[in-house]
C-alpha cells in the first residue's frame, strides 16, 4: 500500500489576516486540514458516515509569518511506513501526517507540523484500525 504525498496552493483570504496583517496561527491550523482532505482526494479515499478520523493531537512549529500571497500545504503520511502497511496481519491504530505550509512561491517554511489521527466508528463510538477506514473510504475505481 503506498500513499502519495498531496500539495494544495491556497490563497489568503483577507478574512484570514489579523490585526497585525499577517495570518492567525488558528487560521494556519485549518489550512493544516485543508492539506489532509486534499491528501484524502490525491489517495482515493472519500469522507464516509460509518469510519471518522479524529484529530488527536497537532504540534505546530510557527516560523515565519504568513502575509497576503499563495501559500502551498504540503501533507505526507509519515507513520505508518509504507513497509509496515504491507503487512496484512500488522493493525494500525494511529497515523501521523507531516506537513508544511510554504510560502513565496514555495520556496520558505512557513508553518511545520505533525498530526496524529485515530478512527473511530460513528454509531458505536469504538476505536477502529486503519485498514477498517482505509477499507470504507477508499474509492472504487469507475
Not at 489568503?12 to 485543508?34: C, I, Q, W
Not at 458516515?49 to 497537532?58: D, E, K, M, P
Request: hydrophobic share 40%; net charge negative.
Amino acid at each position: 500500500m503506498r500513499f502519495e504525498e498531496s500539495v494544495l496552493t491556497l490563497r489568503v483570504r483577507p478574512n484570514d489576516l489579523d490585526s497585525l496583517g499577517h495570518v492567525n496561527n488558528a487560521t494556519a491550523l485549518e489550512y493544516l486540514e485543508a492539506g489532509r482532505w486534499a491528501w484524502m482526494e490525491r489517495n482515493a479515499l472519500r469522507k464516509v458516515a460509518q469510519v471518522v478520523a479524529l484529530t488527536l493531537r497537532i504540534e505546530v512549529d510557527y516560523r515565519k509569518e504568513i502575509s497576503p500571497q499563495e501559500v502551498v500545504v504540503h501533507t505526507r503520511l509519515e507513520f505508518p511506513h509504507e513497509e509496515e502497511l504491507r503487512d496484512p496481519e500488522e493493525l494500525h491504530y494511529r497515523v501521523r501526517f507531516h506537513q508544511q505550509i510554504l510560502i513565496d512561491a514555495g520556496t520558505r517554511l512557513a508553518v511545520e507540523a505533525r498530526v496524529q489521527a485515530a478512527f473511530v466508528h460513528a454509531q458505536s463510538r469504538s476505536l477502529c484500525s486503519l485498514q477498517e477506514f482505509l477499507e470504507a473510504s477508499r474509492v472504487s475505481p469507475p
